[in-house]
């Protein structure tokens, strides 16, 4: 004769759900005890499946403090988005069931207030979310009687780019065979952005002449020949919000004075010597790409 005696309790403290509204204690108390059970492997595998049920049960149940299942993360939200919605996720369990608040730059956010905020099971809803209003660092905070525990921050911010302001840009002179940058200068933006150049009315093709820095957006040329003669323009695309603007058109010419210094410029291209220090900085950024 076998006698197992399983006592399993959980204690529920404030509702929790309807249906347990009452229950302050549940107490279970099993007594097992089976005859000639090692004879029958049917009984012993019900026996174990008993086991787990009970600890499973007893395991969802049992009181514990707040427990982060999901931790909001970084939002980078298209300012012109078709989706007029921003959504930060905060998933809690605990027991008795956590209370969630969410703070914005360290303030509480009052969801009562603005009628945009909403919390839909911990995770914090913003309908039309506003740049100026709801940018900025978030944190998700779950409390219940046995304490409190605060999520990471997580930042919310708005993809945009706005158009060049300058419409005109002077136009750059520059030597055969000399070495040279055009900048961009990308407008105002938020999110990451990338480049490419339009020379006259066609995109510009990067070689073993040409490259356009993803960094900064500048366009390199080494050795100018008389074929770069024309007008340059910078786009640039937000990469999040899929936004693209052109710059002003910069106007490319060759330098006269190559006559008069031929030679000497020929001497320049055969032995790499550059005697103006800008040149040379461009030299040695195209050298190093
Ligand atoms: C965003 O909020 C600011 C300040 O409250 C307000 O002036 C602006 O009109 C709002 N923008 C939109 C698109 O609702
Ligand atoms: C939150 O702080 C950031 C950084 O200081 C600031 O840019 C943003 O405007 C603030 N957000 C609000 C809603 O005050
Ligand atoms: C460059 O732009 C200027 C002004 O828009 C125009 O007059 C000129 O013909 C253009 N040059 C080329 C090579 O397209």
């Not at 080494?222 to 074929?227: F, I, L």
């Not at 936004?243 to 020929?266: A, F, S, Y």
């Amino acid at each position: 004769m076998l006698l197992v005696k399983i006592n399993c309790q959980c204690e529920i403290g404030e509702s929790v759900s309807p249906l347990r509204y009452n229950l302050q204690r549940i107490s279970l108390q099993w007594e097992i005890s089976f005859k000639k059970l090692t004879k029958s492997v049917v009984y012993y595998y019900f026996f174990v499946l008993i086991l787990l049920l009970l600890f499973s049960f007893c395991n969802d149940y049992a009181l514990h403090g707040p427990v982060f299942i999901q931790e909001p993360g970084h939002v980078m939200f298209p300012l012109n988005s078709e989706e007029k919605k921003v959504k930060l996720n905060c998933e809690v369990k605990g027991n008795p069931k956590p209370h969630i608040r969410w703070k914005l730059n360290g303030t509480d956010v009052d969801i009562g207030v603005d009628f945009r905020y909403s919390v839909v099971e911990g995770s914090l809803l913003i309908n039309n979310p506003n740049k100026t209003q709801d940018t900025g660092t978030y944190q998700c905070i779950a409390t219940n009687s046995f304490g409190t525990i605060v999520s990471r921050e997580a930042k919310l911010q708005f993809a945009y780019l706005e158009n060049f302001k300058t419409r005109t840009r002077s136009t750059v002179s520059v030597r055969q065979g000399q070495g040279m940058v055009l900048l961009c200068g990308p407008p105002a933006h938020s999110g990451e952005l990338s480049y490419a150049w339009i020379f006259n009315e066609y995109p510009s093709y990067q070689d073993n002449r040409r490259f356009v820095s993803q960094e900064t957006g500048n366009l390199y040329i080494a050795k100018v020949e008389k074929s770069d003669v024309g007008n340059y323009t910078c786009v640039v695309t937000n990469t999040v919000t899929n936004h693209k603007v052109l710059g002003p058109p910069t106007p490319l010419i060759l330098r006269n004075d190559e006559l008069l210094e031929g030679t000497k410029i020929q001497e320049h291209k055969n032995s790499r010597i550059i005697t103006d220090t800008s040149s040379c900085q461009q030299l040695c950024l195209l050298l190093s790409f």
